[in-house]
C-alpha cells in the first residue's frame, strides 16, 4: 500500500460516499487512476464494505454495556457455538472473543437498564456453558472510524 491507497483509504472512511470523480479531484489524480487503485483496494480486502452509522438513541436503544462472559468448558465448538448465538440476538452490536480472564465481551444496546437486566437473566445465563457473567455500562462511546495502515515490520 502506498500513499495514494492510504489517502484513498482514509477519505473512503471518512465518507463511504465519496464520488470516484470527488475521490480523483481531491487527489489531484485522473478518475481512471482512482477507479483502478479502489478496484485492487476492494479485490484485496483492504475495503470490505461501506456502510451507514445509526444513531442508536434515535433507534430507542440508547443503553449500552459490554457483557464479559467466561465460558466453561473452554473447548472451540463451546465458544463458537455461543458466538454465533449472540452474534444473531437483535441487542448485540459487537461480539469480542478474547485471550485473558474473559472469553467473550458482547457489546449490546437496549431500550433501558430494565431491558439489559433482561438480556443477561433471561437470554445468556440460560446457557449451560456460562461460568460467569460481568455487565459493564457505557456512558459515551467513541470511535474513531479512520485507521490508517501501519508501517510493516522488518522481520
Known sequence: MDELDAAITRIMQTDGRTT???LAAELGVAPSTTLERLRRLR???VITGVHAEVDLA????PVEAIIAVKLRPQTRAVIHGFRNFVINLPETLAC????GDD???IHVAVQGTQQLQDFVLDRLTKHKEIASVTTSMIYEHVRNHVVAPLPRIAT
Open 96 to 99: 469480542y472473543i478474547t485471550a
Open 20 to 22: 470516484n470523480r470527488e
Open 43 to 45: 479485490e484485496s480486502g
Open 103 to 105: 472469553d467473550v465481551l
Open 58 to 61: 434515535t433507534l430507542n436503544r
